[in-house]
């Protein structure tokens, strides 16, 4: 018996962890170099011809079988590494959105000069074979994407994805910033100016994130702050924040004369106040103006709040086809380090908002400041037509690609942002499970306090046959789940990248909420250096606090492990099969066979975690034999059990059943995509988790949810069960213990009778509750449950 020492390893893991990530950033690196080389030996030529392979139109060909142009043979096969998408792993391919022409001057520049980055995807990922995509998107609005896929558009044909739009791509190509998007409501934006002016607030709250801070102001005869609530400040844009915005802008309406005076006063004294408090972003400032002309003498204000320093840039959106107030507004963006656009038309808003990242971006470029950026968690449904891509969470890591040559260094042209996904999954299985006992988890959070990654994150929904994200699924607070943190102390910690301890008393649920384990848990977090997240990890007090290590021999391990009624936990990590392409359809058995029988000795296998499964199968072992004597005993086995099984802390487990598919009343239970009931990374069975907690010699009668459809388990429960209510919080909760037969009133009066008598009444022997029984345990039939 070993004492685990929980700051060690949490220690341990992170080190694991930020090694991982750094490799990451070092692929990023090496893209970012190789673009911006490939840039300053191409010259412009405004007449280039190219052919290139266009993703929406690779392998395609007209009615007398010939290539079409830009669609040459792009060879695809299935690649498991890539969720078993079809890939060209040689080569990239480029996605043009469909409102951008394929074959514009800038268009077929870009791609001509990064073709120099295949050589480096191809390299990056022989040297790093756990890197998924690795992608360039160009400020012109093309993406090269590695592996090669063919792009699937929607069922209208288009292709609506541009990589400009992306989190990734804006939080890399400009710094934090605190925004105050100040829009014209007077009386001659009616109409289809007022649906633009609309249109360009969402645009534009779409190009903010987590680490932005923004306001919305609306003014006509007097300045008002779409969100009451929000007046004078700036608020965290996060996804619930820039939603809301939406909402309340949806609401305006029209009215009275415009007069900017007052609603550009105000939001020069928010952005002062803040700077000068500390608070928002501290560090870019900009003011948005959406109208359709300006006519007051506002140049006093500018002189009073931003002028000589200019701190705050001021863009502007000339809404309409008028052109008579054009230069008006447009004074006021060049007098402001800001950017002037006309906006006549909805198709024009998407274009002319990312001009503003451009100008952001400026100082960035000619500083050259290659700030490596992390997005938060999210599943890019947007960018894969499969369930297979589109619902695996992961992060991203990006780096801005800046212009070199000498002539446009002051410019500061920024040409794009080079980057790759990192499945949270995978920087999780760094963190196994068998090191964290029954109950213990590991879990990461952002610098702004969201969940990365956490057993109790559910971030989809059922609608129908399919699963979709939740609207929040990457904006959910650690103290959202982490509830019992009521001081926000281990949520303020992690947030500052703190190392530390902290123990709390919890209410763990299990069965997906039904039911309610009290337990000692102790917290370890630290920060993983180099990124803005930090590693927490739970250990609980009693199984958590030692690991037991065994020791058998391969030889006898090997035999009891290869036996037909052992598994093993197929989404812990035994064996990493995901390095070379050759072991990726192994699964972790054939892994961990091929590996202590030398057949694959470069396998990277867990040692400790194979010693304590050989050992664990060793122990085992005479399970296997006393069930199979049950089996051929006639009299040996009572009538009605279909399955015994048993657990182990290792991920392994021993099953026989003794009745076929087709009789078996429980056909899910214990079934690969039973989740609850086996091993997974996330967590232990739902059986395990619960019998861990029962005092020693207890039994616990467990009854799946899948299970009891349709059928009134109450009665026929175990005629030596009695149900025992807890009050937790306002819910009350039901476990079952093996106490003294049922008095005869107490079934009666469960099935019938459904009086609010209390407990003791008809459970004389055990202790007196003073609650009612008329709640029943939930999964059973809605006839006994109210």
């Given at each position: 018996m070993e004492e685990v020492d929980g700051e060690e390893l949490v220690k341990k893991?992170?080190?694991?962890?930020?090694?991982?990530?750094?490799?990451?950033?070092?692929?990023?690196?090496?893209?970012?170099?190789?673009?911006?080389?490939?840039?300053?030996?191409?010259?412009?030529?405004?007449?280039?011809?190219?052919?290139?392979?266009?993703?929406?139109?690779?392998?395609?060909?007209?009615?007398?079988?010939?290539a079409i142009e830009l669609g040459?043979?792009?060879?695809?096969?299935?690649?498991?590494?890539?969720?078993?998408?079809?890939?060209?792993?040689?080569?990239?391919?480029?996605?043009?959105?469909?409102?951008?022409?394929n074959k514009d001057p800038g268009i077929l520049n870009g791609v001509y000069m990064s073709e120099a980055l295949n050589d480096?995807?191809?390299?990056?990922?022989?040297?790093?074979?756990?890197?998924?995509?690795?992608?360039?998107?160009?400020?012109?609005?093309?993406?090269?994407?590695?592996?090669?896929?063919?792009?699937?558009?929607?069922?209208?044909?288009?292709?609506?994805?541009?990589?400009?739009?992306?989190?990734?791509?804006?939080q890399a190509a400009t710094s934090p910033k605190d925004i105050i998007i100040v829009v014209d409501v007077s009386g001659s934006m009616k109409g289809l100016r007022l649906t633009i002016a609309k249109h360009t607030i969402n645009t534009i709250l779409d190009t903010l994130g987590e680490n932005d801070f923004v306001n919305v102001i609306a003014y006509s005869d007097y300045v008002q702050y779409v969100e009451p609530c929000f007046k004078g400040t700036l608020v965290q844009a996060d996804l619930d924040n820039r939603e809301h915005f939406k909402l309340l802008v949806e609401e305006l309406q029209v009215k009275g004369e415009g007069k900017v005076k007052k609603a550009m006063k105000e939001s020069f004294k928010i952005l002062n106040e803040a700077a000068s408090l500390g608070q928002g972003s501290l560090c870019n400032q900009a003011i948005m103006l959406i109208t359709d002309g300006a006519m007051e003498d506002y140049e006093e204000v500018f002189q009073e709040f931003n002028w000589p320093e200019r701190r705050v840039r001021v863009f502007t959106y000339l809404i309409?086809?008028?052109?008579t107030f054009a230069d008006t507004v447009k004074w006021i963006a060049c007098n402001n380090k800001g950017y002037y656009t006309h906006v006549s038309t909805l198709a024009d808003v998407q274009e002319n908002v990312m001009e503003y990242l451009h100008v952001l971006s400026r100082p960035m470029v000619i500083n050259h400041d290659h700030d490596i950026i992390w997005t938060e968690a999210y599943m890019d449904s947007a960018l894969f037509n499969t369930q297979a891509q589109s619902l695996l969470l992961m992060t991203s890591v990006a780096m801005p690609v800046f212009s070199k040559k000498k002539e446009t260094l002051s410019h500061g042209i920024l040409l794009g942002v080079v980057g790759t996904d990192v499945p949270l999954r995978e920087l999780m299985r760094l963190a196994p499970r068998y090191k964290l006992g029954v109950h213990g988890y590991a879990f990461?959070?952002?610098?702004?306090?969201?969940?990365?990654?956490?057993?109790?994150?559910?971030?989809?929904?059922?609608?129908?046959?399919?699963?979709?994200?939740?609207?929040?699924?990457?904006?959910?607070?650690?103290?959202?789940?982490?509830?019992?943190?009521?001081?926000?102390?281990?949520?303020?910690?992690?947030?500052?990248?703190?190392?530390?301890?902290?123990?709390?008393?919890?209410?763990?649920?299990v069965e997906k909420g039904r039911r309610v384990m009290f337990l000692k848990n102790d917290y370890f977090y630290t920060t993983i250096n180099e990124t803005p997240f930090s590693l927490g990890m739970v250990l609980t007090r009693g199984h958590g606090e030692y690991i037991f290590i065994g020791n058998v021999s391969v030889r006898e391990g090997l035999n009891d492990l290869m036996q037909p009624d052992v598994s093993i936990a197929n989404e812990w990590t035994y064996c990493e099969t995901d390095i070379d392409p050759h072991h990726r359809k192994l699964t972790q058995l054939q892994a961990v066979f091929r590996y202590l029988t030398g057949k694959e000795p470069d396998l990277e296998c867990d040692e400790e975690l194979l010693r304590q499964t050989l050992f664990d199968a060793v122990v085992t072992a005479p399970m296997e034999a006393y069930w199979t004597a049950l089996m051929l005993n006639p009299s040996g086995m009572d009538e009605g059990v279909e399955t015994a099984f048993l657990g182990t802390r290792s991920g392994l487990m021993r099953v026989t059943r003794y009745v076929g598919i087709e009789?078996?009343?429980?056909?899910?239970?214990?079934?690969?995509?039973?989740?609850?009931?086996?091993?997974?990374?996330?967590?232990?069975?739902?059986?395990?988790?619960?019998?861990?907690?029962?005092?020693?010699?207890?039994?616990?009668?467990?009854?799946?949810?899948?299970?009891?459809?349709?059928?009134?388990?109450?009665?026929?429960?175990?005629?030596?069960?009695?149900?025992?209510?807890?009050?937790?919080?306002?819910?009350?909760?039901?476990?079952?213990?093996?106490?003294?037969?049922?008095?005869?009133?107490?079934?009666?009066?469960?099935?019938?009778?459904?009086?609010?008598?209390?407990?003791?009444?008809?459970?004389?022997?055990?202790?007196?509750?003073?609650?009612?029984?008329?709640?029943?345990?939930?999964?059973?039939?809605?006839?006994?449950?109210?």
């Open positions: 893991f992170a080190e694991e962890m930020e090694r991982m990530l750094g490799r990451k950033m070092k692929s990023v690196k090496r893209l970012a170099e190789a673009a911006e080389d490939a840039d300053l030996y191409h010259e412009f030529n405004a007449t280039l011809e190219f052919d290139y392979y266009n993703s929406m139109l690779i392998n395609s060909v007209d009615k007398d079988g010939n040459g043979e792009f060879p695809l096969e299935e690649n498991e590494h890539f969720n078993k998408l079809q890939v060209n792993t040689l080569q990239s391919d480029i996605q043009v959105p469909t409102n951008v022409y480096v995807f191809v390299d990056n990922f022989q040297k790093d074979p756990t890197l998924t995509w690795q992608y360039f998107g160009s400020a012109t609005g093309f993406f090269r994407l590695y592996p090669g896929i063919a792009w699937t558009p929607d069922e209208n044909g288009v292709v609506t994805f541009d990589c400009r739009n992306r989190n990734w791509y804006i309409g086809r008028e052109v990461l959070n952002t610098n702004n306090g969201y969940i990365l990654a956490h057993p109790d994150l559910r971030p989809l929904y059922k609608e129908g046959k399919k699963l979709k994200p939740k609207p929040n699924y990457n904006s959910v607070d650690l103290a959202e789940v982490e509830w019992e943190d009521t001081d926000e102390t281990l949520r303020t910690a992690m947030v500052k990248g703190e190392t530390g301890t902290l123990s709390l008393d919890v209410r763990a649920t009789k078996r009343v429980a056909k899910k239970f214990l079934s690969p995509s039973d989740k609850e009931n086996i091993f997974t990374m996330d967590h232990f069975p739902v059986w395990y988790r619960r019998a861990a907690e029962y005092p020693a010699g207890k039994f616990l009668y467990y009854i799946p949810k899948e299970d009891t459809r349709g059928r009134d388990y109450f009665l026929s429960a175990p005629p030596h069960t009695v149900v025992i209510l807890q009050r937790i919080n306002s819910c009350q909760v039901c476990d079952c213990l093996i106490q003294s037969p049922w008095q005869p009133a107490c079934l009666a009066t469960a099935s019938s009778d459904r009086q609010r008598a209390p407990l003791s009444r008809r459970c004389p022997e055990w202790h007196p509750i003073p609650y009612v029984v008329h709640y029943f345990c939930p999964g059973f039939t809605e006839t006994h449950r109210e």
